[in-house]
């Protein structure tokens, strides 16, 4: 399988790259690549992907071949806010949330996170969730990398809601109007999903109330919260996205 690479800047025919050292690593010692092995780069500014090729073993660089349109985002754009939870639920929901195509990822800080979920929140451990979201689209594909947004509170969080539908899945009320009587959202969509802890009643009702979501059902189990994220997500690009509705 080739490998590849995120390049976040423009390129064009015939340039050579110098990939910082932990890139070289990756492509030397973990897939051992020698001088003349394809390599595939997408930059997030275009739809398509760059051809290209090692050189200079010693030193590596990556030569620019040629760039191929191709089309891999979905055309609903998912906006997915987050509830923060723990590292390891956090990591797993975005990774996946990236495979399975959303365009925004928003963390939400919640009054039932986990007692250090949001003190870890550091300027590290963001580095970290983005490196997961980029190596996530290298991985399935994808032609772009989401936005992960800063951690938001309840008051920032209406500012930088995108226009469109808004939906909140809460665990207290399983058996809501589930997500396929909803009528098609058009290009977007908002998913709200709280914690491990869930969100509690003020903040469900600020949500409905002050940012216009719309409380659903995901039916009479009570989910965990990356399964829950990954479950909407799923249902969403099946029902109006590009994994068996539009395309």
């Known amino acids: 399988m080739i490998p590849r690479l995120y390049w976040p800047q423009p390129l064009h025919v015939g340039q050579r790259l110098s990939p910082e050292e932990a890139v ?14 394809p390599v595939v780069l997408f930059t997030g500014l275009e739809e398509g992907e760059w051809q290209a090729v090692l050189v200079n073993h010693a030193s590596i660089q990556i030569e620019v071949l040629t760039f191929s349109p191709c089309q891999r985002e979905s055309p609903l754009a998912i906006t997915l806010v987050q509830g923060v939870s723990k590292p390891d639920a956090m990591e797993l929901t975005i990774q996946k ?10 963390p939400l800080l919640c009054r039932r996170s986990s007692s250090n ?24 594909g994808r032609t772009r990398v989401p936005e992960l947004a800063m951690p938001l509170s309840w008051t920032q969080l209406g500012i930088e809601l995108p226009p469109g539908p808004r939906w909140l899945f809460w ?31 003020w903040e469900e ?4 109330e002050q940012l216009g979501f719309v409380t659903l059902g995901l039916g009479p189990r009570i ?3 990356a399964t ?8 969403c690009q099946s029902l109006w996205g590009d994994m068996g509705g539009a395309s």
Do not use: K, W
């Open 205 to 208: 009702s600020f949500a409905r």
């Open 24 to 37: 070289q690593r990756y492509l030397l010692r973990t897939l051992r690549l020698a001088p003349g092995a």
């Open 97 to 106: 949330a990236v495979e399975l195509g959303v365009f925004r990822i928003i």
């Open 228 to 235: 829950a994220a990954l479950t909407v997500v799923a249902v």
């Open 117 to 140: 979920a949001n003190s870890e929140l550091t300027t590290n451990r963001r580095q970290r969730l983005h490196r997961i979201a980029i190596e996530a689209a290298e991985q399935c």
């Open 171 to 201: 665990e207290e009320r399983p058996t809501q109007s589930p997500l396929r009587h909803c009528p098609p959202p058009g290009a977007a969509v908002t998913l709200l999903v709280g914690p491990e802890g869930g969100l509690d009643p």
């Open 223 to 225: 989910l965990r919260t």
